[in-house]
Structure formats: structure tokens, C-alpha cells
């Protein structure tokens, strides 16, 4: 028992503490630190089986691990990974870290022990854990394979898993799936040459929640060199809120650039549309002072006459430059309109500019009265109908306009046909565009993009079709709407 003597005396000398297990179990021999580890006294372990050194919980188990590792011995460090402890004689139980090697003594083999207190680094650990779990970021650790070791709350919380669901498993299973396969090369390659930095800088980052959408992220992996291995700790930033406040941004500056798209068509409208009628103002009533200082009332009238109805004109269009501007507002009150009513009225209106005797048809389903904002719905209908008159067909005995009404309880539909000389079709595409003028009987090219503005404005669509010498047909859709 030479050898035996040998061991004694180094385990006295250990600044660790150790002990020597024979292959049934049984402790042959113990040095002080570790009886002060365990709170046992001196040589009161020494015949005692190693199992009274383990947990309750796993004691069954411990033989069959024993002898299992006897058969095969190997030097090796236990605990990588996971957590090991042991029970002191009070009861305590107590994490270690343990070193096993196998040595043989007189040809017998024995289990060399080694066991570390680690008590305070798991303290330590602890606090660190509670540390990051009150981070509002999510962190998630993970070791040289890319195992998950751990995740904080915040980490928990972003992507929709229980804790222990992550634990232990690749972090490829947040990572979306056309990068999965690759993803292990990238880790590889931050493990050969790490360090402090942003994940992908310059690129858009995105992480797989448990539900299979894809989060919008803001990565810095940051290496740790810790007594279990190198380690990486990943800062992870939800970025949903930032790109939805982005895109409203955008979506802000989009309607900003179309309004100074539209902006700018004005000024180029007002600089040609406006300027010149005014300039012919100026001409008429410079001939006016003439004909004032010749006498000549006969001509003094009918350049008066020319003046009030360019005056009028250009009236009509800076009105409909208002108007357009008004749509954005929605506290227009809305009013019960009887829509036959409403149009024969408007009819009248317009009949003493009719040159083309055209005939009025109402084919009107819907006979209700409909809540609607009144001044909007007399915008869409004068716009339409005077168009309608305008471009009736010279070589036609007969020129007609249709309205049609209906509605489903939700929805009212209202069509405009005529039988006039139609849109061309390289036309059709501007015809709802400011200031575009399909041919010289457009007007101002005010008209139809003020009624497409309104109705948008209303919650419904409009849509039309025409064919060249066979007329147009407007289709609207409008919300019917409650009293307010």
C-alpha cells in the first residue's frame, strides 16, 4: 500500500479538496478541505460510500454513473454545461465543479476527485442574471457551438418563448429561416477572431419570434472568456417601433412631396392660367378708358361684358383651387338630401348653358334620403353634369345624360352616362389629374380631380368608361352615412 501512502500525502499537501474512490464506492481517503467543504470531522468520511456526498435527488442514479465511468475512464472535467451539486453533513446543498481522473493503485483502479466550491461564483452569477434580467434589452449568451446558455426576460418576452424552451438549443432557432443553414459558419468565424462589435452593420437585421414572423433587430455581439469556455453575449434591440415610426415618416414625406407636386402644378397653372387673364383685363379696360374718352358706350359695354366674364372665369378656378384644398377637412356637417331634388335643381342651373337640347333621364332606385354632406355631394354632381353637357355630340339628333341610382342598405351607387363624343384613350389617364386638359373644352382642368378628391375623402371609389362617339359612363360608390 506504498502508493496508497503516496496519495495520502498529496492530498494533505492539495490546495484543493480531493478525494480517492474505490471502485465499489467506498472513500479511501479524504483531506481536510474538503471534510471543512462538506462539514464532516476528520476521517469521518473514510469508509463511507461517495453517494452520501450526493443530492437526494440523484443518489438512486449515482452507482450505475460510478461504475459506468470505472469501465471507461477518461480524465475529465464534470459540470461543463451544466450544474452539479453535493449535500454537506447539515444538509446543505452546495454547487460544485468537479475534476475526476482515473488512477491505478496496486492494479486497481481508483476515481481521483477533485471538487470545486463554486458557491460564490454562482452568487455572482446571480446577481449578473438579475442584472441583465432588468435590462429592457434582450441579451441571450451562447457558447462556442452556438448553445443557447442564457436569456434574460426581455429576451423571453421578444420572442415568445419560455425560458427553458431555449435553454439548450441552437441559436439558429431564432434565426429566420433562409440564413439558418449558414448561420453556423458566421458563428464560427466570430469565435476564431471576436470582438466588441455590431452584427452586421449596414444591413438590415431581422429575428424569428415563435410564431414564424420575422422581428426587425439591432444586434452588438460582445465575446466573454468565461471558466467554461469562450462565450458570446448578444444585446438584441427590438427595432418594430423604430421601423413603423420610419415608414410613417415616409409615408408623411410621400404626402408632402405629392402635395408640393400639386404645389407646383399650381404655380405653373397660375403663372399661364391666371396671369393671362389678367393681362386681358388690363388690355379691355385700357380700351375701355378709350371708348370712355371717344364716347363710344356701344363698345365700352361690350368690353365691360368681356372683362366681368373673365373676372368670372378666373373666379370659378381660384374657388376650385379652395376647394380642392378644403378636402382634407372632415368636419363638414352632413345633411338628409333627396337626391332627385338635389339634381333637378342643379339641372336648372345648368340648362341655360345647354346648347345641345340634351335630355335629362332619372332612373332612380334608391328614393330615400340619404345623410350626406351636402356641399360635397353638389361638388361631385355639378362637376359631372356639366361635363356631361359640355362634350355632347355635334352629329347626334339626340343627346342625353342617364343617372342611375341603387343601394344596398350600406352603399350608395350612382352612375353618369351620356351619350357624347367620349374620352379618347391615350386621355383617359389624366382625366382625374390637376390642371390636365384633355382638349380646349376642359376648362381649367379643375374640375374631375376635384371630384375624385371628394369622394375620396368620403370613403368611396370612382371609376368610368368610355369609347370615342358612343360617351362616357362615371361610376360611384358612396358610403351612406348617419345623421350627425
Not at 25 to 50: A, M, W
Not at 146 to 170: H, M, Q, R
Not at 276 to 281: E, M, N, R, T, V
Not at 410 to 439: C, W
Amino acid at each position: 500500500m506504498l502508493q496508497l501512502d503516496k496519495y495520502k500525502l498529496a492530498l494533505a499537501i492539495s490546495p484543493v479538496p480531493m478525494l480517492l474512490v474505490a471502485r465499489d464506492g467506498e472513500i479511501l481517503l479524504v483531506n481536510s478541505l474538503l471534510d471543512e467543504l462538506f462539514c464532516y470531522s476528520p476521517g469521518e468520511l473514510l469508509g463511507q460510500s461517495v453517494d452520501v456526498l450526493v443530492p437526494q435527488s440523484i443518489r438512486d442514479h449515482h452507482p450505475a454513473l460510478r461504475h459506468a465511468y470505472l469501465r471507461m475512464p477518461s480524465k475529465r472535467q464534470m459540470g461543463q454545461g451544466r450544474d452539479l451539486t453535493g449535500i454537506t453533513k447539515t444538509g446543505e446543498v452546495i454547487p460544485l465543479e468537479l475534476g475526476l481522473d482515473s488512477v491505478e493503485i496496486d492494479g486497481e483502479s481508483f476515481a481521483l476527485v477533485v471538487a470545486l466550491d463554486i458557491r460564490h461564483r454562482k452568487q455572482h452569477e446571480g446577481r449578473m442574471n438579475l442584472a441583465m434580467d432588468a435590462a429592457a434589452s434582450a441579451m441571450i449568451m451562447v457558447d462556442e457551438t452556438g448553445t443557447i446558455i442564457f436569456v434574460n426576460k426581455a429576451a423571453v418576452s421578444l420572442f415568445g418563448y419560455d425560458e427553458k424552451d431555449l435553454l439548450g438549443n441552437p441559436i439558429e432557432c431564432l434565426v429566420p429561416k433562409d440564413i439558418q443553414r449558414v448561420h453556423p459558419v458566421y458563428i464560427n468565424s466570430f469565435m476564431s477572431s471576436s470582438e466588441a462589435r455590431p452584427m452586421a452593420k449596414e444591413q438590415d437585421l431581422h429575428a424569428l419570434h415563435r410564431d414564424g414572423r420575422k422581428i426587425p433587430v439591432e444586434i452588438a455581439l460582445t465575446p466573454l472568456d468565461t471558466p467554461s469556455g469562450k462565450m458570446v453575449m448578444s444585446t438584441i434591440i427590438d427595432l418594430t417601433e423604430r421601423v413603423a415610426a420610419e415608414r410613417a415618416v415616409a409615408a408623411k414625406s410621400d404626402e408632402l412631396a405629392a402635395a408640393n407636386s400639386e404645389l407646383t402644378q399650381f404655380a405653373y397653372s397660375a403663372s399661364h392660367d391666371l396671369k393671362a387673364p389678367l393681362s386681358s383685363i388690363a388690355g379691355l379696360l385700357s380700351l375701355c378708358i378709350e371708348d370712355l374718352d371717344s364716347g363710344d358706350l356701344g363698345h365700352l359695354r361690350d368690353n365691360l361684358y368681356k372683362c366681368l366674364n373673365i373676372s368670372q372665369r378666373s373666379a370659378k378656378k381660384v374657388e376650385g383651387v379652395l376647394e380642392i384644398a378644403r378636402v382634407g377637412r372632415n368636419d363638414i356637417p352632413t345633411e338628409s338630401v333627396v337626391f332627385e331634388e338635389l339634381i333637378r335643381e342643379m339641372w336648372l342651373d345648368l340648362t341655360g348653358i345647354n346648347k345641345n337640347n340634351t335630355q335629362l333621364r332619372l332612373v332612380l332606385k334608391h328614393a330615400d334620403p340619404i345623410e350626406i354632406q351636402l356641399n360635397t355631394l353638389k361638388v361631385i354632381m355639378e362637376n359631372l353634369l356639366s361635363n356631361a353637357s359640355r362634350y355632347g355630340d355635334d352629329n347626334k339628333s339626340e343627346h342625353y345624360i342617364e343617372i342611375k341610382t341603387k343601394s344596398d342598405h350600406e352603399t350608395l351607387y350612382i352612375s353618369v352616362a351620356d351619350n357624347g363624343v367620349g374620352i379618347p384613350k391615350n386621355k383617359q389617364h389624366v382625366v382625374f389629374d390637376m390642371f390636365k386638359r384633355i382638349d380646349e373644352k376642359s376648362g381649367d382642368g379643375l374640375g374631375m380631380a376635384l371630384v375624385k378628391k371628394q369622394i375620396d375623402r368620403l370613403g368611396g371609389a370612382v371609376a368610368f368608361s368610355s369609347e370615342v362617339g358612343e360617351g362616357t359612363d362615371f361610376r360611384i360608390e358612396l358610403p351612406l352615412m348617419k345623421g350627425r
